[in-house]
């Protein structure tokens, strides 16, 4: 059965810092993944996805992230924080497409940006 | 915005009672699940429907059951309600599965408070 795990359950950084969220996914097939942000008292919203047509994934938002199947790993990364990037990101696998249900989430992690 | 609405945004209900809640797709999607989330943690899957039948279920009891209608809107019902139940349900919309199918597109949530 697939797993997700992120690592940090919260990140704090300075505006204009490095954002580098985890996440490690655990499947003998290589799943679809995917990053999604939610602000609070709101829905989820699609940052980006992994669908195998590239290792390295760019989202909205400045955001990215690359697929390693080495280290299992998926993580998000941004260049420069803004203060707009606050809120709470779940890193999430799925089979075939991510539409055939049941994605797999993560517990998530609340990210802080400091001014 | 994604497209994909649901009502109540918030309820109150006590123990023992039912529930309902409702989602609307996004246009053209006639797959939708539905997500429970607890505070502080990820989503987790409940179910899915496609073309009016449960396509997909996740580790909930039969007192969670829903449905879908011709027109893609969908219910998620909840009986004898539980303090645990507390919870963001979401809903999800998306074209059913193939290799190129899209992604999940989240609703803001219906936010049920049992006492």
């Known amino acids: 059965a697939q797993s997700v795990t992120q690592l940090g359950s919260h990140v704090s950084v300075s505006e204009g810092a490095l954002v580098l969220l985890r996440c490690n996914y655990s499947?003998?097939?290589?799943?679809?993944l995917f990053w999604y942000v939610q602000y609070p008292n709101q829905g989820l919203q699609l940052l980006l996805k992994?669908?195998?047509?590239?290792?390295l994934v760019k989202g909205i938002n400045g955001f990215e992230a690359e697929f390693k199947k080495s280290e299992t790993s998926f993580h998000l990364t941004k260049p420069s924080a803004h203060m707009s990037d606050a809120a709470e990101y779940f890193c999430?696998?799925?089979?075939?497409?991510?539409?055939?249900?049941?994605?797999?989430f993560g517990k998530g992690t609340k990210l802080s940006v400091k001014p | 915005e994604t497209g994909v609405t649901q009502s109540p945004t918030h309820l109150i209900k006590t123990r023992g009672q039912q529930v309902t809640l409702r989602c609307s797709s996004q246009?053209?999607?006639?797959?939708v699940s539905w997500y429970q989330q607890a505070l502080g943690q990820g989503p987790q899957f409940i179910f899915q429907y496609y073309r009016e039948e449960e396509n997909g279920r996740g580790n909930f009891p039969p007192r969670f059951s829903g449905l879908q209608f011709p027109n893609y809107s969908s219910e998620l019902n909840v009986n004898a309600l539980e303090l645990d139940d507390s919870a963001l349900y979401l809903c999800?919309?998306?074209?059913?599965?193939?290799?190129?199918?899209?992604?999940?597109?989240f609703g803001p949530g219906t936010r049920l408070t049992v006492l």
């Open positions: 999800a919309s998306s074209l059913p599965a193939s290799e190129y199918t899209d992604t999940q597109y």
């Open positions: 999430a696998a799925g089979d075939y497409g991510g539409s055939q249900g049941n994605l797999i």
């Open positions: 499947s003998s097939v290589p799943p679809y």
């Open positions: 992994y669908t195998s047509a590239a290792t």
């Open positions: 246009s053209g999607h006639n797959t």
